[in-house]
């Protein structure tokens, strides 16, 4: 029933972008906040970002700050993560998660997509 599928990945060279798209149903996507995780080879599972209901509050883990942009289009049900001067250690596989309890501290984490494969190397 829910569904999250996100596309946009593929290979790039350093310093290069690629924008990642998350396409949301089965649930009512502007009443979640939303994130963007990643999970490298030689890495745990990373919290990259996330973005409450409404647009309105980001938040960024320190290693992709001003690189990385995400934003929301709920009309849409898309989620978007933009990735700017790309390095390397960025080759990971992307997730979009629905995200619950971000007003009250306690994340939780319900949805999950099948991610989307980024691969920065020259």
């Known amino acids: 029933q829910v569904q999250l599928v996100e596309s946009g990945g593929g290979s790039a060279q350093p310093g290069e972008s690629l924008r990642l798209s998350c396409a949301a149903s089965?649930?009512?996507?502007?009443?979640?906040?939303m994130s963007w995780a990643r999970q490298a080879v030689d890495k745990g599972l990373e919290w990259v970002s996330g973005v409450n209901s409404d647009g309105s509050e980001t938040y960024y883990m320190d290693s992709v700050k001003g690189r990385f942009t995400i934003s929301r289009d709920n009309a849409q049900n898309t989620l978007y993560l933009q990735m700017n001067s790309l390095k390397p250690q960025d080759t990971a596989l992307y997730y979009c998660?629905?995200?619950?309890?971000?007003?009250?501290?306690?994340?939780?984490?319900?949805?999950w997509g099948q991610g989307t494969q980024v691969t920065v190397s020259s």
């Open positions: 089965g649930f009512t996507f502007s009443k979640y906040a």
């Open positions: 998660v629905a995200t619950t309890g971000w007003d009250t501290g306690v994340l939780e984490y319900p949805y």
